[in-house]
């Protein structure tokens, strides 16, 4: 598993085939605590979707941190009209796309492995990202898929 690791990390692909993301999700919840390791060094939001893929539960922990995080960033947030593709700060819209991205990402992870504990930051974040008022619903949507499936499987 840990051969694949460097492979996967360099996005290398043989006939536009990631063969290095499919043998690490094959390896299954024993890839999981190494792939923490190269997330706590560099975060990627890719890393996150492979959790999810592989339903890694040891990863909720850093997860629910993750978005006990973002939602105080979020609610930091002074809305403008338009804020999404408003230029008038640049660094500004750069971060809040990089913190909307990882957002999502943890919450499809989270929906995906479908541990309860996450449930209580789940409804946070659906709320916080009720009230943004932003076009896309994504988070929105990804929020109230996780929630039911928390409530089908307790």
Same mark, same amino acid.
């Given at each position: 598993?840990?051969?694949? /690791? ?7 692909? !043989? ?9 690490? /999700? ?15 060094? %560099?975060?990627?939001?890719? /890393?996150?979707?492979? $959790? ?21 960033? $979020? ?6 009209? @338009?804020? !999404? ?5 640049p660094e500004q819209r750069k971060q809040? *796309? ?5 957002? &999502? &990402?943890?919450? %499809? ?7 309860? *504990?996450?449930?209580?930051? /789940? ?12 076009? @896309? ?11 039911? *499936? ?5």
């Amino acid at each position: 598993m840990h051969k694949l /690791i460097p492979f996967y990390l360099s996005g290398a692909s !043989w006939n536009y085939k990631f063969e290095a993301r499919e043998g690490i /999700i094959a390896c299954g919840q024993i890839a999981g605590p190494e792939l923490m390791e190269f997330y706590k060094r %560099s975060p990627r939001n890719d /890393i996150l979707r492979l $959790w999810g893929v592989m339903r890694y539960r040891g990863c909720v922990p850093l997860l629910i941190e993750i978005l006990e995080k973002n939602d105080r960033f $979020w609610a930091a947030q002074e809305f403008e009209d @338009n804020w !999404w593709n408003t230029d008038n700060n640049p660094e500004q819209r750069k971060q809040r *796309r990089e913190i909307y991205g990882q957002t &999502y &990402y943890v919450v %499809s992870a989270l929906k995906d492995i479908g541990d309860p *504990r996450a449930k209580e930051i /789940i409804e946070q974040t659906l709320n916080r990202w009720k009230q943004i008022d932003f076009d @896309n619903p994504q988070i929105v949507k990804t929020c109230e898929q996780a929630l039911k *499936r928390f409530a089908e499987n307790p």
